[in-house]
């Protein structure tokens, strides 16, 4: 199958608007696959288990932001960073305080981010950020300190190690990218191979509320999500248009919780090009963190995956 051009997805009129692309468009994203391996091949086949964004409501990314998708050839052609064999370990970067129940478990979240990337990932030292010189305001809606995120990207850029493929910052702080933004999640320098992630959101005491059993589950869930999403975009892969997926973008936290904890073919090819796993492995190993963690809906979603891939092995697409 040739590949088709990526699809114009905006409408023009009194407002623009977002029209989901079609089937032969999402399978010209993925790319050519009948020459991969059977079982890569397999995994990238879409089938009905993956559902088509939704048309987005007024507050929503996809309405405010014009995205025309990126297709797989068109990630291979950015050229992006890849692991080597001497640059392959995520380092994560906690910043400022991380006491015990401060923030989601690093350990788990140091086992998450292994089983998604399938690489060796350690935690450093949290760094004091007393003496990192960082520009930090009040935000003027919720009163809450934040960082800026230019200044900690510079910042991790300058301490990166030297066998790190990328260094990503992780904080219980809110962030802000500009003077002009209200708040950000996260913000990666792809090029550059560092990010940062606040998990701040994600923490009911955010919002004046107390912490109940269930909140810390929750917590961890988003966070995996907010960490997963942005160390991607240091792979080079942008927001995603072809399906729901893991990598559509999110105007607010409701747009986030919405949004899978998996890749859509698109994505996983896109990943799997860059660091060389096996798909299925790497399903299995995804599918244990969420029955361990509790994340019953991924951890389902996972084994169905898993059966329908085992089936096409054995019958055939």
Sequence with gaps: MSALPAAILWVSGMEMRFV???H???LAAIGPISELPEALRRALEPGGDFRPVPAPGPGDWLANHQEAGQTFLQFVNLRPNRPS???????LQPLGSWEQDEGPPLGQLRQFTAAFFRLDVSVLPALDLAKAHITSRRNPRSG???LLTSDILNLLEQRMPVDAF???GITMLDLYPDPNWNFVFGQASPRDRVGVYSFSRYDPRFYGQGRSQDSHGLMLWRSCKVLAHETSHMFGIEHCIWYRCLMNGSNHLGEADARPLHLCPVDLRKLQWSIGFDAAERYWVLCDFYRRAGFDDEA???EEWIQT??????NGP
């Design 144 to 146: 809450q300190a934040q």
């Design 85 to 91: 064999a001497h640059r392959k370990m995520l380092y």
């Design 309 to 314: 891939i085992g089936a096409r092995g054995r």
């Design 20 to 22: 989901p692309p079609t």
């Design 24 to 26: 032969a468009q999402q």
């Design 166 to 168: 990328a260094l990503l």
């Design 300 to 302: 389902r979603w996972m």
